[in-house]
């Protein structure tokens, strides 16, 4: 499954992995948040996993939603 991207008020976007708790949908969230770790996109602030999505937190005078879904999506 693609990962669903879903802004966040305009500071935000959430990463949706899926609705089922599972190991291999929790390993994809923090894939993620150790890429994103290892190469910060301009702007990125926060990124917050959860068990099945996470929150990235940006500021949004220096990126938007559209830019930040092509660097992560």
Known sequence: MEPRLVPIADHALLVEFGSVIDDAVTDRVHALDRALAAAPPPG??????GFVN???DFDPLLTDHARLAREVG
């Open 44 to 49: 990125l602030r926060e990124v917050v996993p």
């Open 54 to 56: 996470l929150l990235i």
